[in-house]
């Protein structure tokens, strides 16, 4: 049902390497957000977007950096990649519902550094 | 920082049985959503419950916010495999920016 996708699905690098996880929807939302999630544990944002060049820092502190050039496009980019990386990445967008919001989540990159 | 419990963390059944996982918090929100989370995939939204006291069906699945709406249960009947996940609450406050998630009920439905 969910218009929104994540490539890569799963990322093995090595460490100091550049990268970046791409994440699109089609839906026009305008907000947008990247979700870090470890195995068996809760998800902790890290950053979000109000829309075309809103980008804001999440609840917990992250290395990695966005960008938000385009409504359908929130990439995620680690400049040097460590073991303490290694997470899985879920982005989503939202629309308004109520007083709140529906998330609508991708299938996340799971990303390994070695 | 909010405080927002939810119980239990791993709760793992047979095929059929019944069970109940809560969600709790010592402040009041203005609506709560339940995600289920299935192995390698993102959250998906299962409801919404905005009035305190409100109850809501989906099949198998009840949902009730607490009259206080500062918790929330989610009671599964006759649980089937399917069900399997983590299934996670994610509370609204007014005047917050984001949701933010409750660490997470892992069920296990073994056939």
Redesign the interface.
């Known amino acids: 049902e969910a218009d929104i996708y994540q490539t890569p699905r799963y990322l093995v690098i090595g460490t100091g390497k550049k990268i970046t996880l791409e994440c699109s929807q089609t839906m026009g939302h305008d907000k947008m957000y990247w979700y870090q999630q470890d195995p068996g544990m809760e998800l902790h944002l890290i950053h979000y977007s109000y829309g075309v060049n809103s980008t804001e820092k999440g609840d917990l502190s992250s290395e990695s950096t966005v960008s938000r050039i385009r409504t359908e496009h929130f990439p995620l980019t680690l400049e040097s990649a460590r073991p303490s990386h290694t997470s899985q990445y879920l982005c989503a967008s939202s629309e308004p519902v109520g007083l709140g919001e529906k998330l609508f989540f991708g299938s996340g990159t799971q990303l390994s550094v070695l | 920082t909010q405080l927002l419990e939810q119980s239990p963390q791993f709760l793992s059944i047979q095929e059929g049985e019944n069970l109940t996982v809560y969600c709790n918090s010592s402040s009041v929100f203005?609506?709560l959503?339940w995600?289920r989370q299935e192995p390698?995939?993102?959250?998906?939204?299962l409801v919404?419950v905005?009035t305190g006291g409100e109850v809501k069906k989906l099949k198998r699945l009840t949902f009730q916010f607490g009259d206080a709406r500062k918790d929330s249960s989610l009671h599964i009947t006759a649980a089937q495999p399917g069900d399997t996940g983590l299934y996670?609450c994610?509370p609204?406050q007014?005047g917050a920016?984001?949701?933010?998630?409750?660490?997470?009920t892992?069920l296990t439905v073994i056939p």
């Open positions: 203005s609506s959503q995600y390698g995939e993102g959250p998906v939204l919404t905005v996670l994610a609204h007014t920016n984001n949701l933010f998630f409750g660490t997470g892992r």
